[in-house]
């Protein structure tokens, strides 16, 4: 099942933040999360596993609530660079190979 | 180091044809896994493979199979095109497990009149 994602879109001015939320009504082994710019392939951002551990980008911080079953993006002091399209993915199953489901992708602008 | 490589980057079929789609991974990448995007949908995924056997398998389909070969390339098949397979679609490769980073490839445009 896919994960929902909200907003939708959203537009920022350089400087101010933004938070990403995604949720899924199935039990989650681990989230992932990428950024795609127009035109290109989508871009590794975080991964967060079950039990609290996370692999990514030091710019870039996440939570993942196992309970809820939701994860959040938190992108702060924004910059243009930040534009794009993020993308959650729910792995539901053990440690024993991707079956992501990603959401439908929240469109972000970063504008000056 | 090389990163992935997909192949052909646009195609134009007819529907009821066929289409192969390759993808080289980065070397030492042993996993490979498929997504078809759509405007409407997103990022869905198709299938992964790992050391030529499919582990995992999304929600399509037979009409869309796959295979992984012993120098972990993969190749992609769609028989049988409908309209509403017209899509980018994308692989990515990782080194081994589910909770290692993907690394995606450019895409193959697949346009089906």
């Known amino acids: 099942q896919q994960p929902v994602q909200s907003p939708q879109a959203v537009i920022l001015r350089e400087g101010e933040d933004a938070v990403i939320n995604c949720s899924s009504s199935?039990?989650?082994?681990?989230v992932h999360w990428y950024r795609q710019k127009h035109g290109e392939a989508p871009v590794f951002l975080m991964i967060?596993?079950?039990?609290?551990e996370q692999k990514g980008h030091d710019k870039i911080s996440a939570s993942f609530n196992e309970k809820k079953q939701q994860s959040s993006l938190y992108l702060t002091a924004s910059q243009l660079s930040y534009s794009g399209t993020y993308f959650c993915?729910?792995?539901?199953?053990?440690?024993?190979?991707?079956?992501?489901?990603f959401g439908k992708g929240t469109s972000l602008l970063v504008t000056p | 180091k090389a990163g992935v490589t997909q192949t052909p980057r646009y195609l134009i079929k007819t529907r009821g044809q066929q289409v192969t789609l390759s993808c080289s991974p980065i070397?030492?990448?042993?996993?490979v896994s498929w997504y078809q995007q759509t405007p409407g949908q997103g990022l869905q995924f198709l299938f992964e493979?790992?050391?030529?056997?499919?582990?995992n398998k999304g929600n399509f389909p037979g009409r869309f199979s796959g295979r992984q070969f012993s120098n972990s390339r993969s190749e992609m098949n769609v028989s049988t095109l409908e309209l509403g397979d017209s899509a980018l679609y994308l692989c990515?490769?990782?080194?081994?497990?589910?909770?290692?980073?993907?690394?995606f490839g450019p895409g193959t445009r697949l346009t089906v009149t």
């Open positions: 990515a490769s990782s080194l081994l497990r589910g909770d290692d980073e993907q690394y």
């Open positions: 199935k039990a989650l082994y681990s």
């Open positions: 967060l596993l079950k039990g609290g």
């Open positions: 993915g729910f792995e539901g199953t053990s440690n024993s190979g991707y079956a992501l489901n």
């Open positions: 070397s030492g990448h042993r996993s």
């Open positions: 493979y790992f050391s030529e056997t499919q582990r």
